[in-house]
DNA sequence: TCAGACCTGTGATAAACGTCACATAATTAT
DNA sequence: ATAATTATGTGACGTTTATCACAGGTCTGA
């Protein structure tokens, strides 16, 4: 849990007694590799933090695997507008090693943020870090093209490199497997 | 103010004492068509919630302008992590047509927040739905080829196709101006 | 240690897309 | 009303990318 807790006061000042209020909402849960942490067609009462391992989230069109987002130690991963809203997810979350998270229950975490203004502080310091994160990858495709794409992870994002497979990145950087290949093997020679 | 506070009470429980305290937070403001809501290098001490007209965020690199977002009534638009942050902005935002918006000040909500739950709960309810659309526009590039994003915003927003042209659109889909106008005519023929 | 699963690289080919150039609306300003 | 500006459509051409096929490499569990 120390890590859970350096990770809350970096984002917001977290007295020891909203700590204590916290812990009945926390539940450490392990996942083996190629578990689920979420399925499509769930609705998602969870907050997941990354306490070590990684997972992703993935669509499955036709069968056809497309990772959307990769979350790694010090991450919160969750479907946001399932947790939000109550709808159903469209898409999976899975471990892509073994994982260990701490999971934020809904129902006891909005029922204490009620008591405690620095959890619901707590809340919307996660959801804005998660609305960055997705703002900056949406914005990579309006501005950059899929050679910039690469470029720009291995500068500002090089775990997502050192960690995910090729295979794996492709279709977040939304380009086939084959090109993604072309595309690190021109930089290489470059 | 009507709209607002209808805005407001979709999202979460607000009573009437919330909205009194909400008032010194609040200035309405017009903008003329083309005027800036946010620059470029300024650090963003506000949310607009639109009342009336549109607005669209776009980055300017080497001259071309890039397309990043478009907002309309009845949504907030901000850049989330120079709010957050207090980081300096890499895009600007700009009204389409005469604007007018409310403008919640960044300071006063804080001070707020802390003296009223509900008022933090809708700042985390604002910063949700953004996130959510931002996953909704991020996930279209990983999914969809630019034809079926083009159907995608036919079918799911098509108000963004009735009141943006074609040429402001090309960015934000991640096209050429040119390409857009050709995948439009295959549509129509087909 | 061996088989099966997964990952990466590469060639061939067709499709999609970007860029430049220019013509023609459509809109806006004077 | 008219000129200027902006938006759209279209052809030509080169570049980038997707797709299919297959070979070789790596990892893993029986």
Same mark, same amino acid.
């Given at each position: 849990?120390? !890590?859970? *807790? ?21 539940? %450490?849960?392990? =996942? ?12 998602? !009462? ?7 391992? +990684?997972? %992703? ?5 036709? $069968?056809?695997? &497309?990772?959307?987002?990769? @979350?790694? #130690? ?6 946001? !507008? ?8 469209? @898409? ?11 999971? @934020?229950? &809904?129902?006891? /975490? =909005? ?11 707590? $809340?919307? !310091?996660?959801?804005? *870090?998660?609305?960055? %994160?997705?703002?900056? @990858?949406?914005?990579?495709? %309006? ?7 690469? #470029? +720009?992870?291995?500068? &500002? ?8 497979? *090729?295979?794996? /990145? ?21």
């Amino acid at each position: 849990m120390d !890590n859970l *807790l350096k990770y809350i006061r970096s984002l917001t000042s977290f007295s020891d007694r909203s700590w204590e209020l916290l812990q009945p909402v926390l539940t %450490k849960k392990e =996942f083996k590799k190629n578990e689920l942490l979420l399925r499509q067609g769930q609705v998602c !009462n969870s907050l997941f933090y990354i306490d070590n391992g +990684y997972c %992703k989230s993935y669509y499955e069109i036709d $069968g056809v695997v &497309k990772n959307t987002g990769f @979350f790694f #130690e010090n991450e919160i991963a969750t479907n946001i !507008n399932s947790f939000g809203d109550g709808q159903k997810s469209e @898409f999976n979350i899975v471990a892509c090693e073994p994982l260990t998270t701490i999971i @934020f229950n &809904k129902d006891k /975490l =909005f029922q204490t943020a009620q008591q405690a203004n620095e959890i619901e502080t707590l $809340g919307r !310091n996660c959801i804005r *870090l998660f609305a960055t %994160k997705q703002e900056e @990858f949406s914005t990579l495709f %309006k501005l950059y093209s899929a050679q910039e794409r690469l #470029e +720009y992870l291995e500068v &500002k994002h090089p775990e997502i490199l050192q960690r995910v497979s *090729l295979s794996q /990145l492709a279709s977040f950087l939304g380009v086939a497997r084959e090109t993604l290949s072309r595309i690190r093997k021109r930089r290489v020679l470059e």
